[in-house]
């Protein structure tokens, strides 16, 4: 008998009403999509008694702990991108009539348990209960496909037995991948045309909390971190003096961190985009290089978003899907 086929396989998931209560599939807010990498599966973690006796044989083995944890990779469509944007952040106004809707998804103080569900060749079904995002990375080099990473944990996980998309019927994302070539970039307030690459950090530094039962007690979300990084054309100084020197015409090291604003939009077309505002910034590493072959400099800068006034970061999606 051949072995199963890898490349048989999706990711599902589902906002929960509560914890402890598994979403029920649904056509309007279940989103299923095909991995591009990663995985997503159950965790059993063991360890051994130790204790003095005769024997060298290594001690009895019992277990400690058990969950679900992963990092399932998949490419970026606005329907279900919304949908992990909002479970990362917490927060979602969406204004809009049918068929064409705008989602403001904001960070907020908690985030959503969610149910996710994987299929392995057609065979293995698993469904995973009590889920947070742990962290979501979206990111896309020029020329090239978005792509996002979603580092989940959660609390329990059950084999199913029949696949869970087809009872109402679950389509699999299909629709129009974005691309790096979409982009329209603005640093500062200011349009630019340099930035030649992305990627969007939201780090929620999820946790599990064990208690008296293998399974454990609850996922809790820890400090938020935002960061931004982009590969910058090196032509002129301006960002460069910004993180050194103070300011766009510096020529004195600061003592002072210099903030400023980062805006990237992608867009299909009036009502399909997905845009990430940052309005405040500070960058962590502008680096220089020389290059004795002598290729262009590319400057690879790191930036971490700062708290304020304002939303560390919005994400703006507008799509076909009424809300979350």
């Not at 960070?107 to 293995?124: E, G, H, K, M, V």
């Not at 979206?138 to 084999?159: D, F, H, K, V």
């Not at 590969?231 to 400023?260: Q, R, V």
């Not at 220089?288 to 939303?311: F, K, L, M």
């Amino acid at each position: 008998m051949a072995g199963l086929r890898g490349s048989t396989a999706w990711l599902m998931a589902a906002k929960q009403s509560a914890k402890g209560t598994v979403a029920t599939p649904a056509v309007a807010t279940t989103y299923k999509n095909p991995f591009s990498g990663g995985n997503i599966a159950p965790v059993r973690e063991t360890d051994n008694l130790a204790e003095t006796d005769s024997s060298r044989d290594r001690g009895t083995t019992y277990v400690t702990t058990s969950g679900v944890e992963g990092t399932p990779e998949f490419y970026v469509r606005d329907a279900s991108m919304g949908f992990w944007l909002f479970a990362t952040l917490g927060a979602n106004a969406p204004t809009g009539t049918a068929p064409n809707y705008t989602h403001v998804i904001t960070p907020a103080s908690t985030i959503p348990y969610i149910s996710t569900w994987r299929n392995i060749a057609d065979t293995l079904w698993e469904q995973y209960r009590d889920c947070k995002v742990s962290s979501l990375a979206i990111s896309a080099e020029a020329g090239a496909p978005l792509s996002a990473t979603a580092n989940i944990n959660g609390l329990q996980a059950t084999r199913l037995t029949a696949d869970p998309s087809l009872a109402p019927v679950i389509p699999l994302a299909s629709s129009q991948v974005y691309n790096y070539n979409d982009a329209a970039v603005t640093l500062g307030g200011g349009a630019t045309a340099l930035v030649r690459s992305f990627e969007l950090t939201i780090e929620n530094n999820v946790s599990r909390q064990q208690t008296d039962d293998v399974v454990p007690y609850d996922v809790v979300e820890g400090t938020r971190e935002v960061s931004l990084g982009f590969d910058l054309i090196f032509e002129s100084l301006t960002e460069y003096n910004k993180f050194h020197y103070g300011g766009a015409a510096g020529t004195t090291i600061s003592p002072t961190i210099f903030t400023t604003s980062a805006n990237f939009v992608f867009s299909l077309g009036v009502n399909n985009s997905i845009a990430f505002d940052l309005p405040s910034i500070a960058y962590e590493e502008f680096p220089v290089e020389a290059d004795p072959g002598g290729d262009p400099i590319t400057a690879s800068v790191r930036a971490v978003a700062q708290r304020g006034a304002s939303p560390v970061v919005t994400a703006t999606v507008k799509n076909q899907t009424a809300s979350y």
